[in-house]
């Protein structure tokens, strides 16, 4: 069975620093990859998804991923953190084979956390 | 935002009794699903639909039936609830199937005493 690990639960960063939240995923075959955020008392809002293409794929509120294959990763990043991006982050993976539903497999998250 | 709406937002109850948390959506999106969220778990799918009447099993559905008799609602039910059960529960939507996106609504949080 597909499995997505996230190896940092918590990050703290200061305002304006770089971020970078990892995934990596274990699955036989090209999996479809999302990254969705959620802040307290809410629900998940879509960042990115990738699909096929371009492996660097660019998201809302200035994120971006990208996918390497060899790697099995499909890491988020965001050149200048803002307060407002604190709340938790998760990476997604879905399969091409399960039928016609969009299956998704979710990472346990990583809370953010930032420092003004 | 996805018009997708659950109800009730939040909701206690003793052991063994009966709980339905319902979702509703205006997107008319063929394919709705059910997860739960806990702690160290991140979120898991208890069941989805692919059309109305048409629902299938996802990786914790053990405890936990759902019913679709309408393109908008999808209703999940404890037949009769235990501690175990306590989480926070969504439900999202997605128009097509596999590599779509899923929408998530704002949850549902259950405690079962």
């Known amino acids: 069975a597909q499995s997505v690990t996230q190896p940092d639960i918590h990050i703290t960063v200061s305002e304006g620093a770089s971020l970078e939240l990892r995934c990596n995923y274990s699955?036989?075959?090209?999996?479809?990859l999302f990254w969705y955020v959620q802040s307290p008392g809410q629900g998940l809002q879509l960042l990115l998804k990738y699909f096929s293409g371009d492996t660097l794929v660019q998201g809302i509120k200035g994120f971006e991923a990208e996918f390497k294959r060899s790697q099995s990763s499909f890491n988020l990043r965001k050149p200048s953190v803002h307060w407002s991006d604190a709340a938790e982050y998760f990476c997604?993976?879905?399969?091409?084979?399960?039928?016609?539903?969009?299956?998704?497999?979710f990472g346990t998250g990583t809370r953010l956390q930032v420092t003004l | 935002d996805a018009g997708i709406t659950q109800s009730p937002r939040h909701k206690v109850t003793e052991t063994g009794t009966p709980v339905t948390l319902r979702c509703h959506q205006t997107?008319?999106?063929?394919?709705m699903y059910w997860y739960r969220q806990d702690p160290g778990h991140g979120l898991r799918l208890i069941h989805y639909?692919?059309?109305?009447?048409?629902?299938d099993k996802g990786e914790v559905s053990d405890g936990y039936s759902v019913s679709r008799s309408k393109t908008e609602d999808f209703l999940l039910t404890l037949e009769s609830a235990t501690s175990s059960q306590t989480s926070v529960y969504f439900c999202?939507?997605?128009?097509?199937?596999?590599?779509?996106?899923?929408?998530f609504g704002p949850g549902t949080r259950l405690t079962v005493l």
């Open positions: 699955y036989g075959a090209t999996p479809y």
């Open positions: 639909s692919y059309g109305v009447k048409d629902t």
């Open positions: 997107e008319n999106h063929r394919y």
């Open positions: 997604a993976v879905g399969l091409l084979n399960t039928g016609t539903a969009s299956k998704l497999t």
């Open positions: 999202a939507i997605s128009e097509r199937g596999v590599g779509d996106t899923q929408y």
